[in-house]
């Protein structure tokens, strides 16, 4: 079935906006980002769409090598020398990084699948690497969108269909916007709250006993195990459980490649603690030059995933205008309090001259960070500070050239990053760098799709996490051939559950729509 024929299709309920094709036309007027990537993509397979990804920066400013390093150290301590060294040669080899995901173990169907299609591009014979290196955002707090707090759960009974994503909480609730760079990590306690959850929905008949068996299984065998007890976070717990949970997607053993799920800000704290320190760097120019800063603090005023000045200055003057600083963004790092909960910081000067980094959390506490290279180093090993969207992005990739793929929201800002950063360049002169930060390909998108679906009572169609699509024993080597041949426009309805609930929440949040979609769903692609 085509486009035009889907348009047409007629359902029992086609007088509601939430079918499937509506639906998708409410998700496009609110994302003109995305309605472009359709229209551009529509008419295409899967695997025509990721070779028009596969775009690598030829000239970079600063040198990979020492990202490189770090990220050979970060993996070969949670997951053992050998992956690290093939992580670092396949980046080397392709400096190609998926930062379309939220730091946390992925259960989020529509990132986990996105992964998927970033395997097949690493994976293809004219790139062949062995591992899939995502680079994922932590300074999100645990109850966002992802749910890093603990599991979502898409297969549940009919009677629970618009219960769909289920989710079932690891960490407490005290503990739900605390930022994932800053939690401790789960133990076994937490663990076994978790199997009394699942438990009691069997016993509820929301989930059907042989799934949920498979999910204490899961947490027993994954969760329980000696080495993600033994860490110190919950950041690097995540390392080692998507690496585990990814090798169970597959019906195959021979051939998977190794999943190396790293927290970005952790990777881009330990380059800062260098960059700071080499008065030529990327980094050390906008931050430290005055100038340079100033120009650039202007020129990416309002960006989507950067600041805005007007908000950050309105909520600093006491407490009770912290509210009017939510959804300003930060200047260059965001604050983090000792419940790990981030807050925004505005750059400024305290009586005696010294540029400071200002800002309230939400219990009404001033927070002032002095401004300076030794201080930022000290602060980010502390984890008072950790690095924004734009730092994180100017240290790896407008800096290192390392092409980040990302989602609907990132391939819109980032470009607006990457012309900031040049004007400003340009502005003092600097055109040999802004020459080089041009040629970083900034706009690469890998989200929004899926194309793996389970069956609920052969009547509906619903998304696919870890646990649906290892309770069906995995994805075959013929099927993963198929999923090239899926057509573009076909992936993002079969994601579309998870892209309203992100991008219209308000159209979508009280409504009894998501049995009849997933009805539709089962129809369309049956």
Same mark, same amino acid.
């Given at each position: 079935?085509?486009?035009?024929?889907? +348009?047409?299709?007629?359902?029992?309920?086609?007088?509601?906006?939430?079918?499937?094709?509506?639906?998708?036309?409410?998700?496009?007027?609110?994302?003109?980002?995305?309605?472009? *990537?359709?229209?551009?993509?529509?008419?295409? +397979?899967?695997?025509?769409?990721?070779?028009?990804?596969? *775009?690598?920066?030829?000239?970079?400013? $600063?040198?990979?090598?020492?990202?490189?390093?770090?990220?050979?150290?970060?993996?070969?301590?949670?997951?053992?020398? #050998?992956?690290?060294?093939?992580?670092?040669?396949?980046?080397?080899?392709?400096?190609?990084?998926?930062?379309?995901?939220?730091?946390?173990?992925?259960? =989020?169907?529509?990132?986990?699948?996105?992964?998927?299609?970033?395997?097949?591009?690493?994976?293809?014979?004219?790139?062949?690497?062995?591992?899939?290196?995502?680079? &994922?955002?932590?300074?999100?707090?645990?109850?966002?969108?992802?749910?890093?707090?603990?599991?979502?759960?898409?297969?549940?009974?009919?009677?629970?269909?618009?219960?769909?994503?289920?989710?079932?909480?690891?960490?407490?609730?005290?503990?739900?916007?605390?930022?994932?760079?800053?939690? %401790?990590?789960?133990?076994?306690?937490?663990?076994?709250?978790?199997?009394?959850?699942?438990?009691? /929905?069997?016993?509820?008949?929301?989930?059907?006993? @042989?799934?949920?068996?498979?999910?204490?299984?899961?947490?027993?065998?994954?969760?329980?195990?000696?080495?993600?007890?033994?860490?110190?976070?919950?950041?690097?717990?995540?390392?080692?459980?998507?690496?585990?949970?990814?090798?169970?997607?597959?019906?195959?053993?021979?051939?998977?490649?190794?999943?190396?799920?790293?927290?970005?800000?952790?990777?881009?704290?330990?380059?800062?603690?260098?960059?700071?320190?080499?008065?030529? #760097?990327?980094?050390?120019?906008?931050?430290?030059?005055?100038?340079? *800063?100033?120009?650039?603090?202007?020129?990416?005023?309002?960006?989507?995933?950067?600041?805005?000045?007007?908000?950050?200055?309105?909520?600093?003057?006491?407490? #009770?205008?912290?509210?009017?600083?939510?959804?300003?963004?930060?200047?260059?790092? /965001?604050?983090?309090?000792?419940?790990?909960?981030?807050?925004?910081?505005?750059?400024?000067?305290?009586?005696?001259?010294?540029?400071?980094?200002?800002?309230?959390?939400?219990?009404?506490?001033?927070?002032?960070?002095? !401004?300076?290279?030794?201080?930022?180093?000290?602060?980010?090993? $502390?984890?008072?500070?950790?690095?924004?969207? =734009?730092?994180?992005?100017?240290?790896?990739?407008? &800096?290192?050239?390392?092409?980040?793929?990302?989602?609907?929201? $990132?391939?819109?800002?980032?470009?607006?990053?990457?012309?900031?950063?040049?004007?400003?360049? %340009?502005?003092?002169?600097?055109?040999?760098?802004?020459?080089?930060?041009?040629?970083?390909? +900034? @706009?690469?998108?890998?989200?929004?799709?899926?194309?793996?679906?389970?069956?609920?009572?052969?009547?509906?169609?619903?998304?696919?996490?870890?646990?649906?699509?290892?309770?069906?024993?995995?994805?075959?080597?013929?099927?993963?051939?198929?999923?090239?041949?899926?057509?573009?426009?076909?992936?993002?309805?079969?994601?579309?559950?998870?892209?309203?609930?992100?991008?219209?929440?308000?159209?979508?949040?009280?409504?009894?729509?998501?049995?009849?979609? !997933?009805?539709?769903?089962?129809?369309? =692609?049956?």
């Amino acid at each position: 079935m085509n486009v035009a024929e889907a +348009t047409e299709i007629s359902h029992s309920f086609a007088d509601s906006y939430l079918t499937l094709n509506a639906l998708m036309g409410k998700v496009k007027d609110a994302s003109p980002v995305l309605a472009q *990537r359709l229209s551009e993509s529509q008419n295409k +397979t899967i695997g025509m769409f990721l070779s028009e990804q596969n *775009r690598i920066c030829p000239t970079p400013y $600063q040198p990979i090598d020492d990202l490189l390093a770090i990220v050979e150290a970060y993996t070969a301590g949670l997951l053992g020398p #050998s992956i690290a060294q093939k992580a670092v040669a396949d980046l080397k080899k392709h400096p190609m990084v998926l930062t379309a995901n939220h730091h946390g173990v992925d259960y =989020f169907a529509q990132s986990l699948q996105g992964s998927l299609l970033f395997s097949l591009l690493k994976t293809s014979p004219d790139i062949g690497c062995d591992t899939i290196p995502v680079f &994922a955002c932590g300074n999100v707090p645990l109850n966002n969108l992802t749910y890093p707090r603990g599991a979502m759960i898409y297969r549940v009974n009919q009677n629970a269909i618009h219960k769909v994503p289920l989710l079932l909480p690891l960490f407490s609730d005290k503990r739900k916007r605390a930022i994932v760079s800053a939690v %401790e990590p789960y133990d076994s306690s937490m663990i076994q709250k978790g199997i009394g959850r699942i438990r009691a /929905w069997e016993k509820e008949k929301i989930l059907a006993g @042989d799934f949920a068996h498979v999910i204490e299984s899961l947490m027993e065998e994954l969760y329980n195990d000696a080495l993600p007890l033994s860490l110190n976070s919950y950041s690097d717990q995540a390392v080692v459980l998507n690496h585990q949970l990814w090798k169970r997607l597959f019906a195959f053993q021979q051939d998977v490649p190794d999943m190396v799920y790293l927290e970005i800000e952790h990777i881009v704290g330990q380059l800062l603690t260098r960059d700071l320190q080499k008065p030529d #760097s990327l980094a050390a120019i906008f931050m430290l030059d005055d100038a340079y *800063r100033e120009k650039l603090l202007a020129a990416l005023d309002g960006t989507s995933g950067c600041w805005n000045r007007q908000r950050l200055l309105a909520g600093q003057d006491n407490a #009770s205008k912290n509210k009017i600083a939510r959804g300003s963004g930060t200047h260059f790092f /965001w604050g983090v309090d000792d419940r790990g909960r981030r807050f925004p910081l505005c750059i400024s000067k305290s009586a005696d001259g010294k540029k400071m980094l200002s800002g309230w959390d939400d219990r009404g506490n001033h927070m002032v960070f002095e !401004f300076s290279v030794y201080a930022i180093i000290e602060l980010l090993s $502390q984890k008072k500070l950790v690095p924004s969207l =734009f730092t994180s992005y100017l240290c790896v990739a407008l &800096a290192r050239g390392l092409t980040c793929i990302g989602g609907y929201y $990132q391939s819109s800002y980032m470009p607006q990053m990457q012309k900031g950063v040049v004007n400003v360049l %340009e502005h003092f002169g600097a055109d040999d760098i802004a020459r080089r930060v041009k040629t970083v390909p +900034t @706009d690469g998108y890998l989200s929004g799709m899926q194309t793996v679906m389970a069956t609920i009572d052969s009547q509906y169609s619903i998304p696919a996490g870890p646990l649906e699509i290892a309770f069906e024993g995995g994805i075959s080597k013929e099927a993963i051939n198929t999923i090239r041949d899926i057509n573009v426009y076909d992936a993002h309805l079969a994601s579309l559950c998870d892209t309203a609930i992100d991008i219209i929440p308000h159209e979508v949040k009280k409504q009894d729509w998501k049995g009849p979609l !997933f009805q539709e769903m089962h129809e369309y =692609f049956s």
